[in-house]
């Protein structure tokens, strides 16, 4: 999979409000929680997560996950689009309106989604229906 080197044109080439958006970045075999009302809707980013575990126990706006290496990702609620780029070895469970992904490897997702996937230049990748639940 030919694909640009992580970091370059920021989180997926787009410019994001910072106000309005909430981060998780830089974790090293973390646990990484949000729980209900901590979010309340906006969008998330996961930037640069290795060996990690994610709960976002909130209903978020869309997500963005990169550079994402062993790590296991549980989204109860995304209103939006969960976007996952040069994620490796990761599971994801998730649901949203959409999903898409790009050069990514070796990655499972347990998904719930209105949206077939859309993935661009990734391999080796699982999919089942999603199976998770939260208080």
């Known amino acids: 999979v030919s694909c640009p080197p992580p970091g370059s044109g920021g989180l ?19 646990l990484l ?8 809707g ?17 209903h978020t706006g869309n997500v963005q996950a990169d550079t994402l290496v062993g790590c296991r990702v549980f989204i109860g609620a995304c209103e ?21 992904t790009r050069c990514c490897s070796s990655c499972t997702f347990y998904l719930g989604t209105v949206m077939e996937p859309m993935i661009e230049r990734s391999e080796k990748l699982e ?3 999603f199976n998770g639940s939260y208080p």
């Not at 997926?12 to 973390?30: L, P, S, V």
């Open 42 to 58: 906006r969008p998330f980013d996961l930037y640069d997560l290795k060996k990690s575990v994610v709960l976002l126990l909130d």
């Open 80 to 100: 939006g689009s969960f976007s996952v780029r040069n994620c490796v070895d990761c599971t994801f469970y998730v649901c949203c309106r959409e999903l898409r």
């Open 33 to 40: 929680v949000k729980k209900s009302g901590q979010v309340r």
């Open 12 to 30: 997926f080439g787009m410019a994001r409000d910072a106000e309005a958006m909430t981060i998780f970045q830089n974790g090293q075999e973390d």
């Open 127 to 129: 999919f089942g229906p």
